[in-house]
T-cell receptor
Framework: NAGVTQTPKFQVLKTGQSMTLQCAQD?????MSWYRQDPGMGLRLIHY???????DQGEVPNGYNVSRSTTEDFPLRLLSAAPSQTSVYFCASSTSRTTNEKLFFGSGTQLSVL | SQQGEEDPQALSIQEGENATMNCSYK?????LQWYRQNSGRGLVHLIL?????REKHSGRLRVTLDTSKKSSSLLITASRAADTASYFC?????????????FGEGTQLTVNP
């Protein structure tokens, strides 16, 4: 099993560009989520999903869109990138629809917006 | 705002010593989890303790939970250079759908050989 796979690992964007960060898991997990990690601020939840067709906002959803058409995939879309979105992005999944079980993390995407 | 707050922010010890990190949180929880992050890598789950548990062990790790004080501690015994990493606590909220796991800002542990 590959676990949680994120692509790309690194990305540089110009302000105003759009892009999609990909996340896929092969563990048949219902719960998937996106976090961003900034220096000195820990991880902050952007969006999460408790199953195909179901998504909800986290703590910092502005500027990001998500969809969940399959159990395996949970892409994160930046519609118009801003320098404030420079961060490391992590996708995570869990067997549980709630937070009562551990999260499995991907290796992250380092995004720079110039 | 962050639910969990780790203390200290940074900790430097010698190999073989014990390392203790603390986590405080503000609201009622269903469970508290600890994760490790090696530099430039994703987070790895270490241990989960539920709100009705007071202590849990896993190998060289010992976690305690005091719900009356809204605090938890992670003890790593007989530390090794390979334990050098950032350690995060994360809380699963009680009372709602419980779908939002909230992370603290982490403790950077350095174990010197």
């Amino acid at each position: 099993n590959a676990g949680v796979t994120q692509t790309p690992k690194f990305q540089v964007l110009k302000t105003g560009q759009s892009m999609t960060l990909q996340c896929a898991q092969d563990m048949n997990h219902e719960y998937m989520s996106w976090y961003r990690q900034d220096p000195g601020m820990g991880l902050r939840l952007i969006h999460y999903s408790v199953g195909a067709g179901i998504t909800d906002q986290g703590e910092v959803p502005n500027g990001y869109n998500v969809s969940r058409s399959t159990t395996e995939d949970f892409p994160l879309r930046l519609l118009s990138a801003a320098p404030s979105q420079t961060s490391v992005y992590f996708c995570a999944s869990s067997t549980s629809r709630t937070t009562n079980e551990k999260l499995f993390f991907g290796s992250g995407t380092q995004l720079s917006v110039l | 705002s962050q639910q969990g707050e780790e203390d200290p922010q940074a900790l430097s010890i010698q190999e073989g010593e014990n390392a203790t990190m603390n986590c405080s949180y503000k609201t009622s929880i269903n469970n508290l989890q600890w994760y490790r992050q090696n530099s430039g890598r994703g987070l790895v789950h270490l241990i989960l303790i539920r709100s009705n548990e007071r202590e849990k062990h896993s190998g060289r790790l010992r976690v305690t939970l005091d719900t009356s004080k809204k605090s938890s501690s992670l003890l790593i015994t007989a530390s090794r250079a390979a334990d050098t990493a950032s350690y995060f606590c994360a809380t699963g909220p009680a009372g709602d759908s419980g779908s939002r796991l909230t992370f603290g800002e982490g403790t950077q542990l350095t174990v010197n050989p």
